[in-house]
């Protein structure tokens, strides 16, 4: 290993290897030891305590021979003395060899010899004087008959002085007379015995009589108080011949020590000698020997940590080298070189790394080459593709240049050729001046055909570029779908009918709503698929249907333009929809166009988020699919649906009919208003002196009092909180309603009532002004209606109607004066009539009223009044002209200014089918 | 042990820790020593003899069979270490009642663990004066008769002892002392009532009782004043043949030199109960071996046993000791059973 890879080695803390290891070591050697330890402990426990108990029972043993032994010895003694024949000696000589044994024995405290008849003899004592000859009788004492009986006699133990043990023993001699000797032996002089008898350090062997009674003790004392132990189990066990525990008994003591017990008989006399070593000597051994192992087992434990350390560390420290080598080759660093000395299979693998690290680097080497030679060619590759990049880029940039320059130059051209266009077309007007023949005629109409035709195909291909450019914007708005579908239906059916087609429209009752979309567009894509149809189409019908279905928030509008015309190839079904395209080349011969109506029509439609789709059979027609999606409007007025109120209100009904009455109170009280009812005008006001009312339906004609003027009584109440009043009548007329504005009634409600229309007067906001207050306050044109129809046909459309108007109405107008200078009647109220429904159809509200009124007061009216009315109404009509202009008159001079004719097809329905050329 | 170290120190309410550190060092200390391990114990001893006695000297050449030294070697045997834990007093009854009650009270003052006492009379005096501390007597002849004890086995006080002769003792006096002297004819028997046992009247039964069956007229010789010696010994000189018994009484042992002196002098043939007379040129004694046990109670006392539960110990052997120099002197001749039982004979 090199130097800094040693020096981290040293550095890091002892590994997680390491540790296993020594902790495996550790057990493993403390588990061995332990064992070892716990069982020699066992066995040298078991062993000692065996041979303790030997010991003991040996000892007690040697104390009870020891015993036997001075009892033998002075029974041997006094057998020597009684079997000295008394013929052989006198007393005085047997009282001389008494004294002797006294010297030999000091334990014999007195001797008597007595004959065979029990009279002694010769009378010995230590205390008392002798007495030699006395003759008593002792035939009768128990040594005597005992010794007699069976040769020997050893008395009952008593205590004589009242604390020195003594026993009588008594011999048997030999002749045919034989003499009994009795000796009194004092047993303190077991004491000594007893005294002498080591049992360990501290215990004690005592000796016990057949009775239990203590005769001696080597603390003297206990024996001399009497002690007696026959109440102690052990003891009791003893006498009863129980022979002793082969391992001892462990009791407890006199001194209530806990000592080890054992015990022997002494035979001839049935005593018991006791032998007992106090527990904490006699394992002392034991504990010592335990401990020994205990220490020994610490320091082998110690000495097995430190070989376990060692070990450990020797096999770990070549694997943190591995470890530490293995990481650093990881981290790249190749140049590394394992030196792993331990000479077993650790250093083999360290050599297998070094070898391993050789060949990555070499490997590396290699790598790198390749890598620098991949990249080298690779960058060169990139170069390549960023060339190409940017000359791809060039390209598209030139073709999107291009493309714009075409457009460009499109909308130019078409712009360019629009101008003399128009004036070639106003020549061709100006050639017919009446003076032309028949042939001249016919070509004065196609070439006024063809110009249109013309004009048509440069306002197409300006709306295609405006699309190309994508300039085109939506502009969506509330309106009426119905009404839009209507409209164009009707503004194509001529066409259809002038080919002699049946033209049918059938329109769902879902159409009848408000809906938020781009109607002017959708109004275009319709008149293109109605004109193409009209176009395509022999003989047969034409079929327009039309639904809106509910898609979750939103609306979608499906409508289907069904013709029975020549079809289309399905090869050609998607194709028609691309840009100059037609179903074939002879279509364009046949019929002419550019081949951009169906490709527009897509587009916008696309532009709306919906689509077109065709399916079709040569031969047998086609059904063009339009689905566009369109907003909800929120406002409820057109659903027909009588919708909650946005509060209850306070109304005064005033009628004299109790029908009337019955019915508006029925229908306030759906509408969720409270109604109040008043029958005449004098209750009607006062009522609304009394109480509060938000809003007053005012009858007009009543019996005793005009609802005018019943309304203005009430104004002249200054109330705190004035009602609305609102007119309910079936006149509508001019003066009606100027009359009533005089009086303060800004809204009427016609009658009968319709729900819907008193819903409506009730919630209008009267701030915002009603239809009629706009008409009242004398306006000429409903401009709102206006602008509804500005947006259903395009500004351009308007304009031209509007043209149309004035030529119209000038000389309908005129008819109207002549008609009333000739006093023609009829004339004069048809006049009227086409005069009001020419006026309606651009909202000229006023104009169209009076039309209405002269055309309803015609018969009635004096020739003055007629002539009257025929200036009026020209005023008006002047007046009402100026006022369209006024307000239509900058969009016509912005459609000359800029791309004029981009909405001209929906100008003349009868210019429209030049968008139908792609269809077959 | 260490209960009996922990009692002085409780008070102190030393913490646990320390007494039992404190506890271990000291026991570890006196076990050292082989002693016990609490204060000087005090071991009080009252004599009747007078101080200056050869008998008291501890360092006499003597002194291994005096009844102190034997006393302090035992209790050294036993771990009392004199001047280590144990400290020995002595004090002499000698020189009549006054001085006896001053020593009492001397010794009472000490507040002795323990009191010896020699004889009857010192026994008597302070069995009189407490009744706590605990009394061990080294030779009283009658202890139940005296009321020191209940009964030999079970004293019950405070009092427990050695007793060193029976009443038939006095027999046994009369019949060795005619076996040595067998002219006599009248035999006068020395005692000074003051100290002796029942004013000497316990061994006088066994003496009149052997005298009468022998045919001896026997003589109570009481004396009371150590110059009256001499005299009352001479009455024994001279015809009828006469002999002397001494009883057990301290006043004689006292007296011994002078009583030893008058005998030889008059050529009195007299037998005394300790060798001490002997000692000092006596013809004969016979009496209980003086088997020094004293150590062995003063250690179970000093250790915690009651006085009471130790039995009154009585004497297992005899001693015959004859002085052939004082018999040769006397003329006597001595016989093969006298000589057979003598323990000693002195040339």
């Known amino acids: 290993m090199n130097e800094p890879a040693d020096q981290d080695t040293s550095r890091t803390p002892p590994s997680r290897l390491f540790r296993k290891y020594l902790y495996s070591f550790v057990a493993l050697a403390f588990a061995a030891l332990a064992v070892n330890t716990a069982l020699e402990v066992w066995f040298s426990y078991r062993e000692q305590q065996q041979l303790l108990a030997a010991t003991q029972r040996e000892q007690a043993a040697s104390a009870a021979i020891q015993i036997g032994q001075f009892i033998g010895q002075i029974e041997s003694q006094l057998r020597w003395l009684s079997r000295l024949p008394p013929d052989l000696s006198a007393q005085e000589d047997e009282r001389l060899n008494a004294i002797r044994l006294f010297r030999l024995s000091p334990a014999i405290a007195e001797i008597a010899t007595l004959d065979a008849l029990g009279r002694e003899q010769v009378r010995v004592s230590r205390r008392l004087a002798d007495k030699v000859g006395s003759q008593a009788d002792l035939a009768a004492s128990p040594a005597f008959l005992g010794a007699r009986a069976s040769g020997i006699y050893y008395g009952p133990v008593y205590f004589f002085g009242d604390t020195e043990p003594f026993m009588t023993l008594a011999v048997l001699g030999g002749g045919n007379d034989p003499q009994v000797t009795v000796a009194e032996v004092n047993l303190r002089f077991i004491w000594d015995l007893v005294a002498r008898i080591k049992v360990g350090s501290t215990g004690k062997a005592y000796v016990v009589d057949r009775k239990g009674q203590l005769i001696a003790h080597p603390d003297l004392w206990p024996a001399l108080r009497h002690t007696d132990l026959s109440g102690r189990p052990d003891v009791q066990a003893a006498l009863a011949g129980t022979p002793p525990a082969a391992g001892g008994l462990v009791k407890d003591d006199l001194s209530q020590r806990r000592v080890l017990s054992t015990y022997a008989t002494v035979p001839p006399l049935g005593w018991l000698v006791f032998v007992e070593l106090p527990i904490s000597e006699a394992y002392a051994p034991i504990y010592a020997s335990i401990g020994r192992s205990t220490f020994l087992l610490v320091a082998m434990l110690a000495f097995a940590v430190l070989a376990a350390f060692l070990l450990s560390r020797r096999m770990t420290v070549p694997i943190q080298m591995l470890t530490q080598g293995a990481k650093r080759i990881g981290s790249g660093d190749l140049s590394l070189r394992l030196a792993i000395r331990t000479n077993d299979e650790l250093e083999a693998l360290g050599d297998q790394f070094n070898v391993m690290a050789a060949h990555l680097r070499d490997s590396y080497a290699t790598l790198e080459r390749k890598v620098a030679e991949r990249t080298a060619e690779l960058e060169k590759a990139r170069d390549h593709a960023l060339a190409e990049h940017d000359a791809a880029e060039r390209a598209r940039n030139a073709a999107v240049e291009a493309n714009e320059t075409k457009s460009r130059f499109l909308a130019v051209v078409s712009h360019e050729l629009r101008t003399p266009l128009n004036g070639v077309m106003g020549v061709l007007q100006l050639l017919d001046d009446g003076s032309l023949n028949e042939a001249q005629r016919r070509h004065l109409a196609t070439a006024a055909g063809s110009g249109e035709t013309l004009i048509a195909l440069v306002d197409a291909i300006l709306e295609y570029a405006r699309l190309e450019a994508s300039t085109e914007a939506l502009e969506t708005r509330d309106f009426r779908l119905d009404q839009l579908i209507q409209t164009a239906a009707e503004l194509m059916r001529p066409q259809a009918v002038a080919k002699g087609l049946a033209f049918e429209l059938s329109c769902d009752a879902s159409l009848n709503a408000h809906v938020h979309g781009d109607p002017v567009r959708l109004n275009r894509v319709l008149l293109n698929l109605i004109g193409n149809a009209v176009k395509f189409t022999a003989k047969g019908s034409i079929t327009l249907k039309a639904a809106l279905a509910q898609q979750q928030d939103a609306l979608l509008l499906r409508a289907s333009v069904a013709d029975t015309g020549i079809g289309i190839a399905s090869a050609m079904h998607e194709r028609i929809f691309e840009d100059f395209v037609q179903a074939d080349d002879s279509i364009a011969r046949r019929f002419g166009g550019t081949g951009l109506g169906l490709a527009i029509a897509r587009r916008l439609t696309r532009l709306m988020g919906g689509d077109v789709t065709v399916e079709s059979t040569p031969g047998s027609g086609s059904v063009f699919h339009l689905a566009v999606p369109l907003g909800l409007v929120e406002s409820a007025t057109s659903q027909g649906v009588p919708r909650a109120p946005s509060r209850a209100l306070r109304v005064l009904l005033v009628d004299d009919d109790p029908v009337n009455c019955e019915i508006g109170e029925a229908m306030l009280g759906r509408l969720g208003h409270h109604a109040v009812i008043a029958t005449d005008g004098a209750s009607a006001v006062e009522r609304a002196s009394c109480a509060a009312f938000d809003v007053i339906l005012m009858d007009l004609h009543m019996p005793d009092m005009d609802g005018v003027e019943a309304a203005a009584r009430i104004r002249q109440l200054r109330l705190q909180q004035t009602p609305r009043i609102i007119a309910v009548t079936a006149d509508v007329s001019r003066n009606a309603r100027e009359r009533l504005a005089g009086a303060g009634i800004n809204k009427i409600v016609g009658k009968p009532i319709l729900i819907k229309n008193l819903c409506d007067a009730l919630e209008d906001d009267p701030q915002e002004g009603s239809e009629t207050a706009r008409l009242a306050a004398g306006t000429l044109i409903d401009e709102r209606f206006l602008s509804d129809q500005k947006e259903l046909l395009g500004a351009q459309q308007i304009a031209k109607l509007c043209e149309l108007l004035e030529e119209t109405s000038e000389t309908l107008a005129t008819d109207i004066a002549r008609a009333a200078a000739a006093d023609d009647r009829a004339q004069l109220a048809k006049c009227a009539h086409r005069l009001g429904s020419a006026a309606s159809a651009l909202g000229l509200v006023r104009l169209f009223e009076a039309c209405n009124a002269i055309e309803l007061a015609a018969a009635s009216m004096s020739i003055v009044e007629c002539r009257t009315a025929g200036r009026e109404l020209d005023t008006l009509r002047q007046a009402s002209l100026h006022a369209l202009a006024g307000l239509i008159g900058p969009e016509r001079e912005r459609t000359s200014a800029g791309a004029p004719a981009v909405q001209k097809e929906a100008r003349q329905p009868g210019r429209a089918g030049f968008l139908r050329e792609e269809a077959p | ?347």
Do not use: C
């Not at chain 2, 006393?71 to 000698?94: A, D, K, P």
């Not at chain 2, 009532?193 to 061994?203: M, Q």
């Open chain 2, 1 to 347: 042990m260490i209960g009996q170290s922990a009692r002085p120190l409780a008070p102190v309410a030393v913490d646990r820790r320390n007494f039992i550190r404190l506890a271990g060092a000291s026991a570890a200390g006196w076990f050292a020593l082989g002693a016990s391990p609490d204060r000087v114990r005090v071991v009080a001893s009252l004599i009747g003899l007078p101080l200056g006695d050869p008998l008291t000297n501890r360092s006499a050449p003597e002194s291994a069979t005096s009844r102190l030294s034997a006393l302090i070697q035992g209790m050294t045997e036993r771990g009392w270490v004199e001047g280590v834990n144990v400290r020995y007093e002595t004090r002499s009854s000698f020189g009549g009642p006054a001085q006896q009650e001053a020593a009492i009270r001397e010794i009472l003052a000490l507040k002795p663990d323990v009191i010896l006492t020699s004889s009857t009379i010192e026994t008597a005096a302070l069995t009189a004066a407490t009744k706590t501390i605990p009394i061990v007597f080294a030779t009283a002849n009658d202890p139940v008769g005296n009321g020191f004890v209940e009964s030999l086995a079970r004293p019950g006080g405070n009092v427990t002892g050695f007793t060193n002769s029976t009443a038939e003792m006095g027999g046994k006096w009369l019949q060795l002392l005619r076996e040595a002297a067998p002219a006599i004819e009248r035999v006068g028997v020395l005692f000074n009532p003051e100290t002796a046992p029942r004013a000497g009247r316990f061994f006088l039964d066994s003496i009149e009782s052997e005298a009468a069956s022998t045919g001896v007229t026997v003589t109570p010789v009481p004396i009371n004043d150590a110059t009256g010696i001499d005299q009352t010994i001479r009455g024994y000189a001279g015809a009828p043949a006469g002999g002397m018994i001494a009883l057990v009484d301290s006043f004689l042992v006292i007296n011994r030199r002078a009583i030893v002196t008058a005998a030889a002098q008059h050529r009195v043939p007299a037998i005394y109960p300790f060798h001490y007379f002997i000692d000092v040129g006596g013809l004969m004694s016979y009496g209980a071996s003086l088997e020094v046990r004293s150590a062995d109670y003063v250690d179970l006392i000093l250790r915690g046993t009651r006085a009471g539960d130790l039995p009154v110990q009585s004497p297992r052997k005899y001693e015959l000791l004859i002085n052939r120099k004082a018999a040769d002197a006397l003329g006597l001749k001595l016989p093969a059973t006298l000589l057979a039982r003598a323990d000693e004979i002195r040339e």
